[in-house]
Every structure is written in structure tokens, then in C-alpha cells.
């Protein structure tokens, strides 16, 4: 039978923080090398309001100039063919970023069924609705919640979630492992 996946954006099928640090970097005339604390403000040393306006008024360039993450899409075809569901399960909010979302999962030939724009709330809420058996996330604090639902999590890595993980949350660093990892579940 096939796997309920629940897969992030951000960070895992888009890489989208080397656009956002690009652009963070030319708009505060700095030269981050790598984003290392999930939330950016600390990085850039700044308000989170401040981050939080310049992506409200950039977003549209922001979601949609980054590539896909090298074989993600290979392998959502792949799951699909495979007979498994996907549910894409991101911290978007719906509305607009949900057009553009939705415009670029097009552009990139990405077939999508199921999608939820959490916004600002937790995504345990789509993990309990869609029965969902393994989630794909790149957040730490996502991943604990999630974990602590003893719904497995793979865990993308990314400067900003380096550290220890608890069980129940395993670390890839790549969608070849991501893949693996799956296989090894059916
Ligand atoms: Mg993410």
C-alpha cells in the first residue's frame, strides 16, 4: 500500500534560501555566506518585522526565482508512479502565496493534489487530517512537533538545523537518501 507523504516547500522541494539570501544581502548591503538560524532576523540583525515587510512586499520574486532541490522532482514522480500520496504541507500562506506557490509547482512540472497553506499555525493539524505516515521538513521546530506525534520525520539538512536529534527524526542530506529512506518504509 502506498505512503501518505507529507512534504514541506521551502528548504526541501524549492531551494529557496540561496535566493533569500541573495536578495537579503543586496537588500541590506551585507555578504551572508550561509543563513545558519532559521529565523533571519538574527541573521541580518535586524527586526523580525523588518524581514517580515521586506518579504510581504518581495514575495512574488522571492517564491518564485528558486529551483527545485536537485531530485526532488524525479522523486515525486517517482512516489506517484509508486502509488504513493503526496501532500504538500507549508508554512505559505494562502491567497496570493498560494497563486504563486501553486504557478511554480507548474512551471517546475511538479503534479500536486493536496496542498495546505498553514500560514503561521502549526502543521500537526494536516499531519492528523491526512493520516499522514512520514513527514519532509527542513524546520526543526516542525519536525519536534511532528515527531511528537510519533509520525516519522526526515529532517533536510540545512545550516540552520544542525544539532542533536531526538528518535523519530532522521537527517538526510540529499533526496537520493530522502528516497532511501522511503524505500525502506513500504
Ligand atoms: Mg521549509
Redesign the pocket.
Known sequence: MGLKIGL?????V?D?FPIFRRELNKHYGKDISRIDNYDMSKVYDVGWGDISAFFDQNVEYLFSEPKPMKGSVETILFWLKAGHEIVFV??RKCGFEEKITMEWLKKNNIPYEKTVFAGGASKTFAVREFSLDIFI???VS?ALEIAAMSVPVLL?DAPYNQGKLPQGIKRCYNWEEIRCEIDKLK
Open positions: 514541506d516547500i521551502d528548504g526541501v524549492a529557496s507549508t508554512a521538513d527542513d524546520f516542525n533536510l
